[in-house]
């Protein structure tokens, strides 16, 4: 609760939030919002021109755009959530595990990570995908795969910071479980260093979803998705531009959102972030007001 009045005091991070909320809940809700059927084929309205029944346009097989546009959230966004969320929580207990008890427990743990990270992640996803085939699922099968051993080792050094405090140490010597320990007293302080590291990994998956399915190795037509949009309209990109802004400017209004909410889950997280970001903002606001004060002069 601290944490949410805290982003909310920040304009930029409010904003962000808002339009990730408001992400989040027309993709779930695409058949509510959407106007038309996403893979409906007219090609008397092949490449028509934006109108009250299509705000954005028709693509070049007489699709609506702005209804591929809603349901693509889907596979851009959500399902991506989907796969960041098993990473973290495949991630989460060798990470608690190797954190806690250390010893031979973090030795072959973070071996294992190790092992798993040396691997570059491009390849390894191009490997899964040359292995099990295109699709969105078994890219994000790769995501999986790739991302649990980095959320292991992130979360192992954000539990060794507090498995020495005090109260950890009491909790141990009262003869109290070392499950119970981890669930009432580490799992709470981590989990906002948690939602800081996996909001900052958010962006750049979906960057890497579209990035695929736009090399057409993710999802596969007729289906909606962003990257693929973006590949669709590449060949007449110059001709019907627009039919491009749309996705593209999709993927950076979320992507930047999702990395603007970040910072402001970082700064409010970490005190002395939270301090410099005032600083700047006050150094902002300096500066405005000096410029504003001459113009007047």
Same mark, same amino acid.
């Given at each position: 609760?601290?944490?949410?009045?805290?982003?909310?005091?920040?304009?930029?991070?409010?904003?962000?939030?808002?339009?990730?909320?408001?992400?989040?809940?027309?993709?779930?809700?695409?058949?509510?919002?959407?106007?038309?059927?996403?893979?409906?084929?007219?090609?008397?309205?092949?490449? @028509?021109?934006?109108?009250?029944?299509?705000?954005?346009?028709?693509?070049?097989?007489?699709? &609506?755009?702005?209804?591929?546009?809603?349901?693509?959230?889907?596979?851009?966004?959500?399902?991506?959530?989907?796969? *960041?969320?098993?990473?973290? +929580? !495949?991630? @989460?207990?060798?990470?608690? $595990?190797?954190?806690?008890?250390?010893?031979?427990?973090?030795? #072959?743990?973070?071996? #294992? &990570? %190790?092992?798993?990270?040396?691997?570059?992640?491009?390849?390894? =996803?191009?490997?899964?995908? +040359? !292995?099990?085939?295109?699709?969105?699922?078994?890219?994000? $099968?790769?995501?999986?795969?790739?991302?649990?051993?980095?959320?292991?080792?992130?979360?192992?050094?954000?539990?060794?910071?507090?498995?020495?405090?005090?109260?950890?140490?009491?909790?141990?010597?009262?003869?109290?479980? %070392?499950?119970? $320990?981890?669930?009432?007293? *580490?799992?709470?302080? =981590?989990?906002? %260093?948690? #939602?800081?590291?996996?909001?900052?990994?958010?962006?750049?998956? !979906?960057?890497?979803?579209?990035?695929?399915?736009?090399?057409?190795?993710? !999802?596969?037509?007729?289906?909606?998705?962003?990257?693929?949009?973006?590949?669709?309209?590449?060949?007449?990109?110059?001709?019907?531009?627009?039919?491009?802004?749309?996705?593209? *400017?999709?993927? $950076?209004?979320?992507?930047?959102?999702?990395?603007?909410?970040? %910072?402001?889950?970082?700064? @409010?997280?970490?005190?002395?972030?939270?301090?410099?970001?005032?600083?700047?903002?006050?150094?902002?606001? @300096?500066?405005?007001?000096?410029?504003?004060?001459?113009?007047?002069?």
């Amino acid at each position: 609760m601290k944490l949410l009045k805290s982003l909310l005091k920040d304009k930029l991070a409010a904003l962000s939030l808002f339009i990730m909320v408001v992400t989040v809940v027309v993709g779930i809700g695409a058949p509510f919002f959407a106007p038309h059927d996403p893979e409906e084929v007219n090609m008397d309205l092949r490449y @028509a021109a934006s109108s009250w029944e299509y705000l954005l346009g028709n693509d070049h097989l007489g699709r &609506c755009i702005l209804s591929r546009l809603i349901y693509g959230i889907r596979p851009s966004v959500l399902w991506v959530f989907v796969a *960041l969320a098993i990473s973290i +929580g !495949i991630g @989460a207990v060798p990470g608690f $595990i190797a954190g806690y008890f250390r010893g031979k427990a973090d030795a #072959v743990l973070m071996r #294992v &990570c %190790d092992m798993m990270l040396s691997f570059p992640g491009y390849v390894m =996803t191009l490997a899964v995908v +040359g !292995i099990l085939g295109v699709g969105l699922e078994n890219i994000l $099968i790769a995501f999986v795969l790739m991302k649990w051993a980095w959320f292991a080792r992130v979360i192992r050094t954000s539990v060794m910071q507090y498995a020495e405090a005090e109260y950890v140490k009491f909790a141990k010597a009262s003869g109290v479980r %070392d499950i119970q $320990i981890i669930y009432k007293h *580490l799992i709470p302080v =981590t989990f906002a %260093d948690i #939602v800081v590291i996996a909001s900052s990994s958010f962006g750049s998956m !979906i960057l890497q979803v579209s990035g695929f399915s736009f090399l057409g190795l993710g !999802i596969q037509a007729p289906a909606a998705e962003w990257g693929m949009m973006l590949n669709e309209a590449r060949e007449v990109m110059f001709s019907r531009p627009e039919l491009m802004l749309a996705p593209g *400017l999709a993927i $950076i209004v979320v992507v930047s959102a999702i990395n603007f909410l970040s %910072d402001a889950l970082r700064a @409010a997280v970490d005190p002395k972030l939270r301090t410099s970001h005032r600083k700047l903002q006050e150094k902002a606001a @300096a500066v405005n007001a000096t410029l504003q004060g001459k113009e007047v002069a």
